[in-house]
């Protein structure tokens, strides 16, 4: 039986257990922890979502995983393990996205209590609607290195995950990164949309040559830059790089003059760019610094050795073929990822991050550091997820006894406050933000866009990389009319129209839905002849996030788990609007089956 | 001390400690690695911390325990599997703790504290103590003590908890965080803006006996002073020392109204004693203290592991010299008695 000995708890609790079911989002670090803690108190019926698979860099702290296990699904061995703490509890393993289909309203609504332990921004959003949309307490986690934090997220009664829009991730200017970097992080960056550039999914955005149109350096490129360049390699800067570099079948050494010696010198005869700055020195295959030189005294790993320009150029040739070799063994079309555990993608991007640094006077890092940087990896040990799971589990407790009204936020710090005190609690809850784009009950948002350049495309991305939507549809306000489809291809062929042409104007407002979030928010379209792109305005005056940008660091998966800090500020980041469907009793309708709206599938021009 | 030994670290070792080395360092993580634990006492709480111990990367841990597995063990103790109660705990602990890091040496003990020699305990680097008798306890630590070795203890009852550290005199780095007006470069496009800069600095902390802190003297004007704004944990925590000492064994589910009742009386006769406020400390503190609630023990668990990569590590302050988790609050703090 469960809740196992009576005694332990008042007999209130020991009931509310035996007849609860959680959910918990992760079996990471904190995943781990709180499913062992969960177990061995008798929760009875345990559902676990994780779509990761173990690897060696968890074992520090996953402690349900051991060698063996590397390779598997996080889910399935984080339940056979805790199953060997107590048989007698029921445990549903799940290796798959709790973003997907299969996990909806219904399936939320089963729960008592839904503990989030997860990495990333983008899941923890989602799983806010989802909570919000089916009225269940989220208990939300994370830890950074010392530091943690137990937050919990009901309906009404406290502030939502999306609340407060949090700290956008740091972007950098694209003429930054391509002609004026001048710090390690603009070089790790360029060498990341390199990697993309040769090997990976192209994205125009990610551009690695020279930025021409840099509004600081106009008019000033010289002509014998330019012409010099053209009989050296051609039309180059009419091919993609990829095109280029695959005619040469990725020769290192062509590869290598045209990145770090014709492209330095065309950026040098933008002449503007250095009347302030220290210029770059362009850099010659056959004559790099650190030739011939023995290897420096090291301790330390390995990979905290700064590596010499020469080295760089030897680890760059090695991992580029590498890589090519790798890329060749796909199927056409198909792309390499970058991924900061793979060996000669890690390696490419050091080599290469490190070449340009060089070129620009910036100081070279270590693998191990750009590692870091490249992979946006956040420190992560066992003793404060331990703590953050612990206090967790025992916030669950509180919840079930009925005592939700004091189950308050809780920081780890990392060192003691002024009042000696390891882990704050929050004096009260913190009620919702009314102004809130996602559990306010009317959610509004305006998009500030020029209507004669936004693309319907643009459209999707901003409700997607701007609202955090996954699929979302949207409707002209009292027409009913459609504009975006969730459904495929069924209003692709308006994607480059502007909202012009399709007759939105000024003022017109759409109802933006996302069915799998059961969340929908009114947003109101706002003319503005200067804006470039689009953003996002909120009454709540704080930032939204914009369109992507250079991104600084996104590994494969992302950050370890995500910042905690005292409260989220308002300069921190990350927003989206959402509604949630209610009726007028306050309870989440549920929306009919995804298969509306098939019959108006050409009527989406001229509207307004 | 531990000596920071000059043997690199290999590959996996490396590999499997990537994220902490990230956090504290390549020289903590060799401190670690020659670093010697006994754990005293496989209660879940002993579970937790010796998991988080053993999971850093030290040399070797010792389990030490003469008591068997039983039921109410399970409720927080993840090391023994439920096939093994009867069996003597710290064996029963074994399998599962070196599989939580093949790296580390691990060793048991099942001799009880009592029938062991002085020369046993300090034949570590740092002493990790929990569901003793306060006797036992001073006895432990002076031996560390006299040996330069750190001591530390604690205990979870339902779910509160406690520690308590003696690191003697203990010297250490910290870094400090710097905020510095930098100019970014030659130009003035870019703004001149903050940068951080850490410093690292060597610091020192002299740490007292146990006996001193359990006998903190509340009649003093400077502790007097804490009763306004404090938190009674260290009096629940007195009281369920004495419980123990008084009886012989912690409070038992089985007997949760006998108990509760015993509790309450003895923390009457502890206010009347040192003459604290009526209400001072609540019933509901001393309600929720029967066996070990496996979110306390993971929490003051966790506590004690960081604690002692800290003192093994000489990285960072650690905490001088009791820390109390209160469950009705949710708060963990820390104080400084006995000095």
């Given amino acids: ?608 | 001390m531990v000596e920071n030994n000059e043997i690199e670290l290999s590959e996996a070792e490396a590999e499997q400690y990537d994220r902490q080395i990230r956090l504290w360092g390549l020289d903590s993580q060799k401190r670690l690695r020659a670093s010697k634990v006994l754990i005293i006492g496989l209660s879940g709480l002993g579970a937790e911390t010796a998991k988080n111990i053993i999971l850093s990367g030290v040399k070797s841990v010792c389990l030490q325990d003469n008591e068997v597995l039983k039921e109410i063990d399970l409720y927080s103790q993840f090391l023994a599997p439920p096939d093994k109660i009867g069996e003597n705990r710290a064996e029963a602990s074994l399998v599962r703790a070196k599989a939580l890091n093949p790296m580390v040496d691990i060793t048991t003990e099942t001799k009880a504290v009592d029938s062991l020699p002085d020369s046993f305990f300090t034949t570590f680097d740092i002493v990790c103590a929990t569901g003793l008798k306060q006797e036992q306890l001073e006895r432990i630590n002076n031996i560390c003590r006299d040996k330069n070795k750190k001591f530390l203890c604690g205990d979870v009852w339902g779910m509160f908890g406690y520690m308590f550290a003696d690191l003697v005199d203990h010297q250490y780095s910290e870094e400090i965080v710097q905020h510095r007006a930098v100019k970014r470069g030659p130009d003035d496009t870019e703004k001149s803006g903050a940068a951080t800069v850490s410093i690292t600095v060597k610091r020192r902390a002299i740490y007292v006996p146990l006996q001193n802190a359990l006998s903190a003297d509340w009649s003093k004007p400077e502790l007097r002073s804490r009763l306004r704004r404090g938190d009674p944990s260290y009096f629940v925590m007195k009281i369920l020392l004495r419980f123990r000492d008084e009886y012989n064994r912690n409070p038992d589910p089985a007997k949760r109204k006998a108990d509760t009742e015993i509790l309450l009386r003895m923390r009457d006769e502890l206010v009347k004693e040192l003459s604290l406020p009526v209400g001072f400390i609540s019933d509901a503190l001393l309600t929720d203290v029967f066996g070990i609630v496996s979110g306390a023990a993971a929490v003051v668990g966790g506590v004690i592991g960081q604690e002692v990569v800290k003192a093994m590590s000489q990285r960072e302050p650690p905490h001088n010299n009791m820390f109390f988790f209160n469950p009705v609050k949710c708060v963990g703090f820390v104080e400084l008695y006995g000095q």
Avoid at chain 1, 56 to 75: C, D, I, T
Avoid at chain 1, 384 to 404: D, S, Y
Avoid at chain 1, 585 to 600: A, C, H, I, L, S
Wanted: glycine share 6%; net charge negative; hydrophobic share 35%.
């Fill in chain 1, 1 to 608: 039986m469960v809740a196992r000995i009576a005694g332990v708890f008042d007999e209130k609790l020991t009931e509310a257990i035996a007849n609860s079911k959680i959910l918990v989002v992760g079996a990471g670090g904190i995943g781990c922890e709180i499913l062992k803690n969960l177990v061995l108190t008798g929760f009875p019926q345990i559902e676990i979502i994780d779509l990761d698979t173990i690897d060696v860099s968890n074992l520090n702290r996953q402690f349900l995983f051991h060698k063996e296990h590397v390779g598997k699904s996080k889910a399935q061995v984080a339940k056979d393990s805790a199953l060997s703490f107590n048989p007698n509890v029921n445990i549903v393993a799940h290796h798959d996205s709790v973003i997907s289909n299969d996990y909806g309203v219904s399936y939320f609504k089963q729960f008592n209590i839904v503990m989030n332990a997860l990495d990333n921004r983008v899941a923890r959003n989602h799983v806010n609607r989802m909570c919000l949309a089916a009225n269940v307490p989220l208990i939300e986690t994370g830890t950074a290195g010392y530091a943690g934090q137990v937050e919990l997220i009901k309906k009404g009664l406290t502030q939502c995950y999306e609340c407060q829009p949090k700290a956008p991730q740091k972007t950098f200017p694209g003429c930054t990164i391509r002609n004026t970097p001048s710090e390690p992080i603009h070089c790790i960056v360029w060498a990341k949309h390199l990697f993309n550039q040769l090997f990976g999914e192209e994205d125009p955005d990610q551009d690695v040559s020279p930025d021409t149109e840099d509004p600081e350096a106009a008019g000033t490129a010289g002509k014998t830059a330019l012409s010099s360049q053209q009989t050296e390699s051609g039309n180059i800067e009419r091919k993609s790089t990829r095109t280029w570099a695959a005619e040469t079948n990725y020769n290192p050494e062509k590869l290598f003059t045209k990145l770090f010696g014709d492209d330095i010198k065309y950026l040098l005869s933008m002449e503007n760019l250095w009347k302030k700055r220290r210029p770059p020195t362009p850099l010659s295959w056959d004559n790099l610094p650190g030739k011939g030189d023995a290897p420096k005294q090291h301790s330390g790993l390995p990979d905290q050795r700064v590596w010499s320009v020469n080295e760089c150029a030897e680890v760059f040739a090695a991992s580029c073929q590498a890589l090519q070799t790798e890329l060749k063994g796909r199927p056409e079309g198909d792309h390499l990822v970058w991924d900061k555990d793979d060996k000669s993608a890690m390696d490419f991007v050091t080599a290469c991050a490190n070449i340009r640094a060089y070129i620009f006077s910036i100081p070279l890092k270590s693998r191990f550091e750009v590692k870091s940087m490249a992979g946006n990896i956040i420190p992560a040990i066992a003793t404060a997820n331990a703590i953050v799971a612990g206090l967790a589990v025992l916030r669950a407790q509180g919840i079930l006894k009925g005592e939700i009204e004091s189950c308050t936020s809780v920081y780890l710090r990392p060192k003691v406050n002024h009042r000696g005190q390891l882990f704050v609690p929050e004096r009260t809850l913190t009620a919702p933000n009314p102004k809130c784009y996602v559990c306010a009950p009317k959610p509004e948002v305006a998009l500030v866009c020029n209507l004669k350049h936004l693309t319907l495309k643009d459209l999707t991305a901003a409700f997607k990389d701007g609202l955090n939507m996954q699929a979302p549809d949207a409707t002209v306000e009292g027409k009913g009319l459609v504009v975006l489809s969730s459904e495929p291809g069924e209003t692709d062929h308006n994607n480059q129209k502007t909202l012009e042409e399709i007759g939105l104007n000024d003022g017109c407002a759409l109802l933006v839905d996302d069915f799998l979030q059961n969340y929908e928010v009114r947003v109101r379209l706002q003319q503005e002849d200067e804006e470039n792109s689009w953003r996002l305005v909120t009454d709540t005056d704080a930032p939204m996030p914009g369109p992507k940008e250079e991104e600084p660091a996104n590994g494969s998966n992302g950050a370890e788990e995500p910042k905690p800090g005292p409260s989220r500020t308002h300069h921190d980041s990350d927003s989206d609007m959402e509604i949630i469907d209610e009726d007028d009793n306050g309870e989440p309708m549920e929306k009919p089956p995804k298969r509306r709206r098939k019959e108006v599938s050409d009527e989406i021009v001229e509207i307004c």
